[in-house]
């Protein structure tokens, strides 16, 4: 199999606090994992691409001060969301691609966040 | 840039079979991914062209022609629980961008 989990599933938390989104790659070992964010009834942008043990590569647009990403491991990376506004609830999805094997990404089951 | 066109909504009966068409342009190219997204879910792989044609997999089946930027994915004997949303995907060097998605509603 290839499983991805994230934690938390949802989360709601205050204007100008910080949010810590994790990403782990179940069973393999992933040298790159995706993050994504998604409105309502509009399609996953792409945020940034995260290789482990090095920098990771954001989106035009998307502000690496605010977004923090870090990976760590081959198994997990983390999206901290800082300083968060109401305009950053979205649905968070990351994504993993294997080490070996074929390109396929898979997709962890998403957070919710929302910022009161 | 990358630039992906695939139907908004399409309805079908229960039983029947639908092919949800997808239209790429895109500044490189590894290969396409279709993705089922149900709604608050995040998106469950389905398949994977990297060469051109037909690819069979149980009740779905997936065509790409990269020289006409062009790839389909078939839907048969639809079940209620295949109502979700299609998400076309071109991969250019490994990073997916996707499409706004297909709505496919089965209805009894």
């Known amino acids: 199999g290839a499983v991805v989990s994230q934690h938390p599933s949802w989360v709601i938390c205050k204007s100008g606090t910080s949010v810590k989104i994790e990403c782990r790659s179940l069973d393999f070992q992933a040298t790159t994992m995706f993050w994504y964010r998604q409105f309502p009834k509009q399609s996953l942008m792409l945020m940034a691409t995260s290789n482990e043990g090095s920098k990771a590569t954001y989106e035009q647009g998307v502000e690496k001060d605010k977004f923090l990403i870090n990976h760590a491991s081959l198994t997990l990376s983390t999206l901290t969301v800082t300083s968060a506004h109401p305009e950053d609830s979205s649905f968070y999805i990351c994504?993993?691609?294997?080490?070996?094997?074929?390109?396929?990404?898979?997709f962890g089951p998403g957070t919710r966040l929302t910022v009161l | 840039g990358q630039n992906i066109d695939q139907p908004t909504e399409m309805t079908a009966t229960e039983g029947a079979i639908v092919q949800i068409n997808c239209t790429y342009q895109t500044s490189g190219f590894n290969g396409l991914f279709w993705y089922q997204q149900h709604a608050g879910e995040a998106p469950t792989f389905l398949s994977y062209?990297?060469?051109?044609g037909l690819e069979e997999k149980g009740r779905f089946s997936s065509f790409l022609s990269r020289s006409k930027g062009y790839s389909y994915l078939l839907l048969k004997e639809l079940q209620m629980k295949d109502s979700a949303s299609y998400l076309c995907?071109?991969?250019?060097?490994?990073?997916?961008?996707f499409g706004a998605g297909t709505t496919v509603t089965v209805r009894a």
């Open positions: 062209n990297v060469l051109d």
């Open positions: 994504s993993a691609r294997r080490r070996t094997g074929a390109d396929t990404q898979y």
């Open positions: 995907a071109p991969s250019n060097d490994y990073k997916l961008s």
